[in-house]
Nanobody
Framework: QREVVESGGGLVQTGGSLRLSCEAS????????RGWYRQAPGERRELVAQ?????NTYYADSVAGRFTISRDKDTIYLQMSSLKPEDTAVYYC????????????????WGQGTLVTVSS
């Protein structure tokens, strides 16, 4: 019922900045969490930043102070600054949400990912 689509990845030099966008569409009864994961080659997918249902923000230690998550209605953003080569990864937008019809179901929406490459 929900779809999320990322944009904004690309190639940037060490110390540079990029802003990722994630536009959500579709129907949900409530949004539980929304944010960004990333997955580097050969690594596990890791949580980067998110909003919870109370609009509280979380940041991974590795990006705190450099990345900022924000939102505007159904679009969330990830402003990335002071980028390092170790930030190179595919970045995925996601939502955990609840959809209620006759019964309520917890559901998840994932984007297709956008590649961020930081050159040294």
């Amino acid at each position: 019922q929900r779809e999320v689509v990322e944009s904004g990845g690309g190639l940037v030099q060490t110390g540079g900045s990029l802003r990722l966008s994630c536009e959500a569409s579709g129907t949900a009864t409530s949004i539980q969490r929304r944010g960004w994961y990333r997955q580097a080659p050969g690594e596990r997918r890791e949580l980067v930043a998110q909003f919870d249902s109370g609009d509280n923000t979380y940041y991974a230690d590795s990006v705190a102070g450099r990345f900022t998550i924000s939102r505007d209605k159904d679009t969330i953003y990830l402003q990335m600054s002071s980028l390092k080569p170790e930030d190179t990864a595919v970045y995925y937008c996601y939502e955990d949400y609840v959809y209620c019809a006759d019964v309520c179901h917890p559901l998840h929406a994932w984007g297709q990912g956008t590649l961020v490459t930081v050159s040294s």
